[in-house]
Antibody, heavy 120, light 110 residues
Framework: QVQLQESGPGLVKPSQTLSLTCTVSGDSIISGGYYWSWIRQRPGKDLEWIGYIYYSGTTYYTPSLESRVSISVDTSRNQFSLRLNSMTAADTAVYYC????????????WGQGTLVTVST | QSALTQPPSASGSPGQSVTISCTGTSSDVGGYDYVSWYQQHPGKAPKLIIYEVSKRPSGVPDHFSGSKSGNTASLTVSGLQAEDEADYYC??????????FGGGTKLTVL
């Protein structure tokens, strides 16, 4: 059974770049044809899809963040990563890495989430 | 403001049925049969309970069911149990490899 675990800093200063990594265990990131996603949940509970990457490296991002976001995959480490630059307080959220089984929003496996706070 | 509209709260007594709506447009809910529902308990990650409008993943109890009519999808929780008290979110594929969520509904078991 696939398991996901996020890692990265819990505190980021305004204007800096957030870097988070998701380690996939229980299966190879290149098997199954899955889409490896990042989703965030800001205080007050709304979920927001950030984007996903296919194991081949093809990426898709939500239009509102497309200019600031980058998702990459490291198949040798069975990891995928999120970079979000020019962070502001509005980016404070719990960030989840998630497996999308089909690429159509079948988000069947979630990491536990990591809280990222943007503050000086 | 969320792309999909859900009621902020819903409630029911144990054993009753409750239906939560998720209203979008012909560009999302009405245009694709890729509506999913998630259950989230406090402090936990969301859990997939319905995908492709009405399909249940393995292990999800059959008292959860989903449907869609036009631009509105619905989640019905039958035979309410105490452990069903949680936040529920809908999502819809919107084309061009994009996904949107509803604002969430807090379900209270009275």
């Amino acid at each position: 059974q696939v398991q996901l675990q996020e890692s990265g800093p819990g505190l980021v200063k305004p204007s800096q770049t957030l870097s988070l990594t998701c380690t996939v265990s229980g299966d190879s990131i290149i098997s199954g044809g899955y889409y490896w996603s990042w989703i965030r949940q800001r205080p007050g509970k709304d979920l927001e899809w950030i984007g996903y990457i296919y194991y081949s490296g093809t990426t898709y991002y939500t239009p509102s963040l497309e200019s600031r976001v980058s998702i990459s995959v490291d198949t040798s480490r069975n990891q995928f990563s999120l970079r979000l630059n020019s962070m502001t307080a509005a980016d404070t959220a719990v960030y989840y890495c998630v497996k999308d089984a089909t690429g159509y929003g079948e988000l069947d496996t979630w990491g536990q989430g990591t809280l990222v706070t943007v503050s000086t | 403001q969320s792309a999909l509209t859900q009621p902020p709260s819903a409630s029911g007594s144990p054993g009753q049925s409750v239906t939560i709506s998720c209203t979008g447009t012909s560009s999302d809910v009405g245009g694709y049969d890729y509506v999913s529902w998630y259950q989230q308990h406090p402090g936990k990650a969301p859990k997939l309970i319905i995908y492709e409008v009405s399909k249940r993943p393995s292990g999800v109890p059959d008292h959860f069911s989903g449907s869609k009519s036009g631009n509105t999808a619905s989640l019905t929780v039958s035979g309410l149990q105490a452990e069903d008290e949680a936040d529920y979110y809908c999502s819809s594929y919107v084309g061009s490899s994009n996904l949107v969520f509803g604002g969430g509904t807090k379900l209270t078991v009275l």
